[in-house]
């Protein structure tokens, strides 16, 4: 079974740039998740779909980021414009039920 | 406000040591209580405990989750170097949102 893909693994940007990360979730699985990672210290969720619809995005800084699952399947995350303190790994996991499968993640360094 | 908290942030302890990390947790709907090793990259699942002082073990790790106290366990008996890793601790609302503790760091030292 394939995992959760991510892509790009790495990203290098400047403040004020915009940058967008792509996740495929493994076949089937209706929820998909993202976090942000910030070095030491554990995920936290940025926003949840069920299918394509969103079911949390309270965490979300939706001034800068947004997010989209268009046909429910694949995922993009955009962050525009990015900050210094956005640099961090950004994760995607899809579930079926409760236990989560995580991707490799995107680490975002913001200079 | 939700909270996962997680004890101690780092331990240092020598191969053949057992280790305990723990958990708190305050989460409005608990449904489950999930335990994650991450290493260099994306975490991966240990176990995920739903009822209360059923013990889960898979090898030298075992857990278990007090939900009359909100707390879980993680226990390592004889460590080894691969052991060396983030553990992750993560609570599951009814919704299936995750909410993850700021994790432990185990350095097992040779």
């Known amino acids: 079974e394939a995992g959760v893909a991510q892509s790009p693994r790495y990203k290098i940007i400047e403040k004020r740039q915009s940058v967008a990360f792509w996740c495929n979730p493994i076949?089937?699985?209706?929820?998909l998740y993202w976090y942000q990672q910030i070095l030491g210290q554990g995920p936290k969720l940025l926003i949840q779909f069920q299918n394509n619809g969103v079911v949390d995005d309270s965490q979300l800084p939706k001034d800068r980021f947004s997010a989209e699952r268009l046909k429910g399947v694949d995922s993009t995350l955009k962050i525009q414009p990015a900050k210094l303190e956005d640099s961090a790994v950004y994760l995607c996991?899809?579930?079926?039920?409760?236990?989560?499968?995580f991707g490799p993640g995107t680490r975002l360094t913001v200079l | 406000e939700d909270k996962v908290v997680q004890s101690p942030l780092s331990l240092v302890v020598h191969e053949g040591d057992t280790v305990t990390l723990n958990c708190s947790y305050e989460?409005?709907?608990?449904?489950?209580l999930l335990w994650y090793k991450q290493e260099k990259k994306a975490p991966t699942f240990l176990f995920m405990l739903t009822s209360s002082g059923i013990e889960k073990k898979s090898g030298r790790l075992s857990s278990i989750l007090d939900k009359k106290e909100l707390f879980s366990i993680l226990n390592i008996t004889a460590t080894q170097t691969g052991d060396s890793a983030v553990y992750l601790c993560a609570v599951v609302g009814s919704s299936n949102d995750m909410r993850f503790g700021a994790g432990t760091r185990l350095t097992v030292k040779p």
């Open positions: 076949s089937g699985h209706a929820t």
């Open positions: 989460v409005t709907n608990f449904r489950s």
């Open positions: 996991a899809s579930s079926l039920g409760v236990e989560q499968f």
